[in-house]
């Protein structure tokens, strides 16, 4: 649900928004293969499918490595209140 509401403040559909915190959950080997491997069998021709990953491709790999950062902040800082 954050997902969607920050995506809507940079722009983004709902759908991507979900899709780029979602990366978060495979990790960077992961959902760079798993971007190419859609793309490549969504996209009909050579140049459509190279399109695809110009644009899917950095919002993934950023998605996720922000959603990975923002959650280890929260997640330390409930931590740092129990010490």
């Known amino acids: ?42 996209g009909t021709t050579e140049e459509e499918k190279n399109y695809l990953v110009d644009i899917l491709l950095p919002r993934m790999l950023v998605g996720g490595f922000m959603t990975v950062s923002i959650a280890s902040v929260i997640i330390a800082s409930i931590f740092l209140k129990l010490l």
């Open 1 to 42: 649900i954050m997902s969607m509401l920050v995506g809507k403040h940079f722009g983004f559909s709902k759908e991507m928004a979900f899709a780029c915190a979602l990366t978060a959950l495979f990790g960077f080997p992961a959902d760079y293969v798993i971007t190419t491997e859609v793309c490549k069998s969504v």
